[in-house]
Each structure stands twice: as structure tokens, then as C-alpha cells.
Nanobody
Framework: QVQMVESGGGLVQPGGSLRLSCAAS????????IGWFRQAPGKEREGVSC????????YYIDSVKGRFTISRDNAKNTVYLQMNDLKPEDTAVYYC???????????????????WGQGTQVTVSS
């Protein structure tokens, strides 16, 4: 069964850190670019970050630059999102998804992504 599984979410205080993981099963991630998206209550899903197939290119939305770091370990078939200095506005369900041929002007478009995980909740609150 082809699926993506996110983990690592939870409740954290402002300024805290979390590391999200996105693991693939039933296929290998090393032929895909991987994106992280999030959806806050009452808002549309938005692209947060993306990493190319071998990690040579990474993209971030402005609001997380300098705080979030995307990385991947193809040997472990896993992609990570290290989130530091978390803010209440980072509260959302976070999803990972696969794509191919990602580019700087298109990576945030969720329509190009195919396989999605079920999401993991991140709540930033004191």
C-alpha cells in the first residue's frame, strides 16, 4: 500500500521546537520532490516548504524562513521538517506530499502533488 505517514506533531509553547517526520511506505521517496503543507482552522492549506529529490534545492515561505529547516534521508525513506522558534500562528495540521519537477515558482501549488499523508497536528500555545 502506497502511503505517506507524518509524525512528530504535538503541543508546544511559543519559542519551542518540534521535528516532523514524513515516512513513505510502499514506495521509495528518492525519486520524488517532497513538500510540507499546513492548514490552520478556517484557512486554506498553504505550502510551507519543499525539498528536491536529492536535497539540492529547498524552498520556504517567508514566514518560516530562518526558523524551519527541511531535510531528507533517502536511506531511511524519510523527510523531516525541523521547526524552531514556533509561534502561535504556526498552529495547523501539517501534511507532506510527493511531487516531481518542482520549481521555485510552482512548489506551493498543491495541485501538482499526488500522494498525501493524513497530517499531524501542531499546536503552539502557552
Amino acid at each position: 500500500q502506497v502511503q505517506m505517514v507524518e509524525s512528530g506533531g504535538g503541543l508546544v509553547q511559543p519559542g519551542g521546537s518540534l521535528r516532523l517526520s514524513c515516512a513513505a511506505s510502499g514506495f521509495t521517496l528518492d525519486t520524488y520532490d517532497i513538500g510540507w503543507f499546513r492548514q490552520a482552522p478556517g484557512k486554506e492549506r498553504e505550502g510551507v516548504s519543499c525539498i528536491s529529490m536529492w536535497g539540492g534545492r529547498t524552498y520556504y515561505i517567508d514566514s518560516v524562513k530562518g526558523r524551519f529547516t527541511i531535510s531528507r534521508d533517502n536511506a531511511k525513506n524519510t523527510v523531516y521538517l525541523q521547526m524552531n522558534d514556533l509561534k502561535p500562528e504556526d498552529t495547523a495540521v501539517y501534511y507532506c506530499a510527493t511531487t516531481r519537477g518542482v520549481a521555485s515558482r510552482t512548489w506551493k501549488s498543491e495541485h501538482q502533488y499526488t500522494t498525501w499523508g493524513q497530517g499531524t497536528q501542531v499546536t503552539v500555545s502557552s
